[in-house]
């Protein structure tokens, strides 16, 4: 009976540090260890004493990859905390910044990250050699993400132009509607990508995922919505933390997050898809039809069918947007001045999924306390569940392309690490392998 | 692996939040034709592919948070012809040098269930605390068109073309009406480097000083100024306390609120 170690020291196109390790005793996979060694930063502990209003631009700071989801967090939550309900074209604006997130982090992990696992290459660079046009609509399409961002938030990597309450500045119908023909060029891209990955062979693969997303009235979720599962789960933002339990495991810097009484969840694309799958857009509907995506897509590795079908939603409501949009008679609302604390919570859909922020703030305006849960943190246990069956199927592979699959599997969930300390490198041990 | 003949370039990340190395990711259009100037050897974030030192250009993103980053990034300078820091984090310790002014036994009871599981330094500080810099390039994020300028002349030997001005010049330059004279808005312009376009101004908002204090600045000229527009002694230690508190020029404005708030 042989024990071996399988380890990967240092993952990568992972966004952030991390590592893995596993365990093998015999046939009998003991342990999974998705470690992160990304530096605690901190963040929950300085806020306090921080003014509300520095929250969106602070926790901006967690994660250079999806800022707008940090910053919109914590506006609802501190609007909710203040009783404030912002709505009318500034909640349009919100949706149609999120947009722009989706379609340049979606983009980015779909051509720069995962793509190259499929057709075998290290990386998007040596990808386009062979694939010139592939890599080039990729970027294109990444650039109109980027772009829209850069309209309304000023800049693409932490934007400067939001704040609780709505913006600094609203943008003309003149300047958005100038901004048409860049998403009209998108959308061929967009369709183009979808048809490209559906196209990709995926291994066998199906999961059993507790499937937890926003669900809205009425649209595709980003601001707002219960939070909803596909085994019956129906609560509100503030039943969250009775919910879901956040604790400490020795081998990484980052929180895990369980479902209590069930265990491990998924957050992300393939949990927003089969929950709110009647929500999308025409054509991303009718092209998920097409290209054969089922209702709920339970093969990690399709995940990259259900990105791409999420940038042609983003696309396709950014137009519809910026069709609709008459700028707000102010760009922001007022908080009002309470003489007492206050206190609120908010969940928005992060490129990666959900992404809990609540804070509370004393009558001076200054934060008391707060409280982050990032999805990459609620995914790291259900990661390392995906590890554990793929390691017990291909026990019989050799080390190099065992520790490929399992890169290749943490991928698939697009982790994002920067976000998770408060994640990750592959360590896979068999013992007596000889490593 | 044979080396090509092309400059290798590593891209190193430490304590941060990505966005400064993704900033390489977003230049769309220069991105390929780079890759083609220089070997990409190094570059966790975007690369499966290793390649060995040494490196004859070192991006650095990041801050020195822990032991174990505090004796890599002395590996990292080893391999390294010219090692250039990018970002706040890397440059002033960033956001999370907050802890510097706190009790970071405090910090990790109050994130962490268990704190003894986290390895972490007092205090959060820049790449040069630690190894000589050869240049460093500032911002939080950095600007896109500052880093390729850096990248080449690099590459080139020479030294980058990055102004050293304030954001207020910027905001001349693009002809944006001064929010502290027209609207009472608390702005640190007059005080801040000039490097983002002089974005928040544009967008009717103060400049919240994301790139650190420019050369020579006069800060308690200004903090006069902010007092008149309302800032208390906490608002105003607050507003140089944030993406570069620890930039010298910075702390001693927000110590001396402190210290002035708390009286002789």
């Given at each position: 009976m042989t024990d071996r170690t399988i380890a990967v020291d240092y993952l990568a196109r992972v966004e952030g540090e991390g590592a893995l390790t596993v365990r093998i005793h015999g046939r009998t996979v003991e342990d999974v260890q998705l470690r992160i060694f990304e530096p605690p930063?901190?963040?929950?502990?300085?806020?306090?004493?921080?003014?509300?209003?520095?929250?969106?631009?602070?926790?901006?700071?967690?994660?250079?990859?999806?800022?707008?989801?940090?910053?919109?967090?914590?506006?609802?939550?501190?609007?909710?905390?203040?009783?404030?309900?912002?709505?009318?074209?500034?909640?349009?604006?919100?949706?149609?910044?999120?947009?722009?997130?989706?379609?340049?982090?979606?983009?980015?992990?779909?051509?720069?990250?995962?793509?190259?696992?499929?057709?075998?290459?290290?990386?998007?660079?040596?990808?386009?050699?062979?694939?010139?046009?592939?890599?080039?609509?990729?970027?294109?399409?990444?650039?109109?993400?980027?772009?829209?961002?850069?309209?309304?938030?000023?800049?693409?990597?932490?934007?400067?132009?939001?704040?609780?309450?709505?913006?600094?500045?609203?943008?003309?119908?003149?300047?958005?509607?100038?901004?048409?023909?860049?998403?009209?060029?998108?959308?061929?891209?967009?369709?183009?990508?979808?048809?490209?990955?559906?196209?990709?062979?995926?291994?066998?693969?199906?999961e059993d995922y507790e499937f937890v997303s926003l669900r809205a009235e009425d649209e595709y979720p980003m601001n707002e919505g219960a939070v909803v599962s596909n085994r019956g789960l129906r609560i509100s933002a503030d039943a969250f933390e009775r919910e879901f339990e956040e604790f400490?495991?020795?081998?990484?810097?980052?929180?895990?997050?369980?479902?209590?009484?069930?265990?491990?969840?998924?957050?992300?694309?393939?949990?927003?898809?089969?929950?709110?799958?009647?929500?999308?857009?025409?054509?991303?509907?009718?092209?998920?039809?097409?290209?054969?995506?089922?209702?709920?897509?339970?093969?990690?590795?399709?995940?990259?069918?259900?990105?791409?079908?999420?940038?042609?939603?983003?696309?396709?409501?950014?137009?519809?947007?910026?069709?609709?949009?008459?700028?707000?008679?102010?760009?922001?609302?007022?908080?009002?001045?309470?003489?007492?604390?206050?206190?609120?919570?908010?969940?928005?859909?992060?490129?990666?999924?959900?992404?809990?922020?609540?804070?509370?703030?004393?009558?001076?305006?200054?934060?008391?306390?707060?409280?982050?849960?990032?999805?990459?943190?609620?995914?790291?246990?259900?990661?390392?569940?995906?590890?554990?069956?793929?390691?017990?199927?291909?026990?019989?592979?050799?080390?190099?392309?065992?520790?490929?699959?399992?890169?290749?599997?943490?991928?698939?969930?697009?982790?994002?690490?920067?976000?998770?300390?408060?994640?990750?490198?592959l360590d896979l041990k068999r013992e007596g392998d000889g490593a | 692996m044979p080396r090509t003949g092309r400059p290798r370039l590593g891209v190193f990340k430490f304590a941060s939040c990505d966005g400064c190395q993704l900033t390489l990711l977003d230049c769309e259009d220069e991105l390929l034709p780079l890759a083609g100037a220089v070997e990409i050897a190094n570059f966790h974030e975007a690369t499966s592919a290793e390649l060995d030192g040494p490196y004859d250009l070192s991006l650095v993103e990041g801050s020195i948070t822990t032991p174990d980053d505090a004796r890599r990034i002395r590996e990292v300078r080893a391999e390294s012809r010219v090692l250039v820091t990018i970002g706040a984090c890397a440059t002033a310790g960033g956001i999370q040098a907050l802890r510097n002014f706190a009790d970071v036994d405090e910090f990790r009871r109050l994130v962490y269930?268990?704190?003894?599981?986290?390895?972490?330094?007092?205090?959060?500080?820049?790449?040069?605390?630690?190894?000589?810099?050869?240049?460093?390039?500032?911002?939080?994020?950095?600007?896109?068109?500052?880093?390729?300028?850096?990248?080449?002349?690099?590459?080139?030997?020479?030294?980058?073309?990055?102004p050293t001005e304030s954001v207020c010049v910027e905001c001349k330059r693009r002809g944006t009406v001064c929010v502290i004279v027209a609207h009472g808005t608390p702005c640190l312009g007059p005080v801040t480097l000039t490097g983002c376009g002089a974005i928040c101004p544009a967008f009717h908002r103060g400049c919240y000083g994301c790139f650190g204090p420019m050369d020579t600045p006069n800060t308690p000229s200004l903090v006069g100024r902010l007092t008149e527009l309302g800032l208390d002694a906490g608002g105003v230690e607050r507003i140089f306390r944030t993406f570069n508190a620890t930039a010298p020029a910075f702390r001693a404005a927000s110590e001396a609120a402190r210290a002035g708030a708390k009286g002789p």
């Open positions: 930063r901190f963040f929950e502990a300085f806020l306090r004493g921080r003014g509300y209003a520095e929250a969106p631009d602070i926790t901006a700071r967690i994660c250079g990859i999806c800022p707008v989801a940090y910053q919109m967090s914590a506006c609802h939550a501190m609007e909710r905390a203040y009783g404030v309900r912002v709505d009318g074209a500034i909640r349009e604006l919100r949706r149609l910044l999120y947009c722009g997130e989706w379609i340049e982090s979606h983009a980015l992990h779909l051509y720069l990250l995962h793509l190259p696992d499929f057709l075998g290459y290290p990386d998007a660079v040596r990808l386009a050699k062979d694939h010139p046009r592939e890599v080039a609509d990729g970027l294109a399409l990444k650039k109109v993400g980027n772009a829209l961002m850069q309209l309304l938030g000023g800049r693409e990597i932490h934007p400067i132009n939001v704040r609780v309450g709505g913006f600094y500045r609203a943008p003309s119908r003149e300047e958005l509607a100038a901004f048409r023909p860049q998403l009209e060029a998108a959308l061929p891209l967009a369709e183009a990508t979808v048809r490209l990955v559906a196209g990709l062979d995926f291994p066998a693969v199906e400490q495991v020795p081998h990484s810097h980052a929180l895990q997050s369980v479902h209590r009484g069930s265990g491990s969840y998924l957050v992300g694309p393939l949990a927003r898809y089969a929950l709110n799958r009647d929500r999308l857009s025409p054509r991303a509907t009718a092209l998920a039809r097409e290209v054969g995506l089922p209702e709920s897509v339970r093969n990690p590795f399709q995940s990259i069918v259900v990105r791409a079908v999420e940038i042609l939603y983003a696309v396709e409501e950014a137009l519809r947007i910026l069709d609709a949009y008459v700028p707000p008679p102010t760009a922001s609302v007022p908080m009002p001045v309470p003489d007492h604390p206050v206190s609120g919570c908010a969940i928005t859909e992060a490129p990666r999924g959900m992404l809990y922020h609540r804070y509370r703030v004393g009558a001076t305006g200054l934060i008391e306390d707060a409280k982050i849960v990032a999805p990459t943190s609620q995914n790291q246990k259900r990661i390392e569940d995906d590890l554990r069956h793929l390691v017990e199927r291909s026990l019989d592979l050799e080390r190099a392309p065992l520790t490929d699959a399992c890169e290749r599997a943490i991928r698939n969930h697009d982790p994002c690490i920067s976000c998770a300390t408060h994640f990750l490198s | 269930a268990r704190p003894e599981y986290i390895a972490t330094l007092a205090t959060s500080t820049a790449i040069r605390d630690h190894v000589p810099v050869d240049f460093e390039l500032r911002g939080c994020p950095i600007n896109k068109a500052q880093l390729l300028e850096v990248i080449l002349a690099s590459l080139d030997g020479r030294i980058p073309n990055v």
